[in-house]
């Protein structure tokens, strides 16, 4: 199969999972490779883009119940107790990442951002095509929302320095399988920016 544009239709921009632990020392719970607070930090500049351009944002945020109900198998493998209510890394970096009034925002209890919440009905509603994601992590959160993205149909684009992963192995190996499924699928934050301000000159 040819490989498709960058950006088709009505884009939208994902940000899933940035918050304040990203940029706090010792946040605990699931372990970050090197250099992911850089790519965090890097991401705003696609947040930037997408304002600028009149692209929808949505904000995820992953947020458990002190009570530990809603935790699932999350327990069950390498990760431990993260993101719960209350704790000081846990709220969305709104003002590193220049979260606005006009942006979405949506909370969820699992990995994936289609998982439970109301993410699918606001896609309908902004007529989406193409989803752009960037945040973390690469090899858990990005990766199944990609994957529950791509049997939804949607064209599928990931940052690859916007988003960081659990360790460079894991976070290569994903980007490498978002790539199996779409080609061209992994782009730089230079080029996604690029791209979504030429789609806007070329809408002009």
Do not use: W
């Not at 372990?31 to 351009?53: K, L, S």
């Amino acid at each position: 199969m040819p490989r498709q544009p960058t950006l088709v239709g009505n884009v939208v921009l994902m940000v899933i999972d940035i918050q304040k632990g990203a940029f706090l020392e010792g946040d605990g719970g699931i372990p970050h490779m090197p250099g992911y607070t850089e790519n965090m930090t890097r991401a705003r500049q696609v947040i930037d883009a997408a304002h600028d351009m009149d692209v929808p944002v949505i904000f995820f945020q992953e947020i458990h119940r002190r009570d530990r109900i809603d935790y699932g198998r999350e327990l069950d493998g390498s990760e431990g107790i993260h993101c719960m209510e209350g704790d000081p890394g846990t709220p969305v970096a709104a003002v590193e990442m220049d979260m606005r009034e006009t942006d979405y925002f949506v909370h969820k209890r699992r990995y994936s951002v289609f998982f439970g919440t109301e993410t699918e009905i606001l896609l309908k509603g902004l007529k989406a095509e193409t989803l752009i994601l960037i945040g973390g992590m690469t090899d858990v959160c990005v990766h199944y929302s990609f994957v529950d993205g791509h049997q939804h149909d949607y064209y599928c684009r990931v940052v690859a320095d916007s988003v960081g992963g659990t360790s460079l192995e894991a976070h290569q190996a994903s980007l490498n399988a978002m790539e199996y499924l779409q080609a061209g699928a992994v782009i730089s934050t230079e080029d996604i920016v690029a791209a979504l301000r030429g789609k806007n000159q070329a809408a002009a």
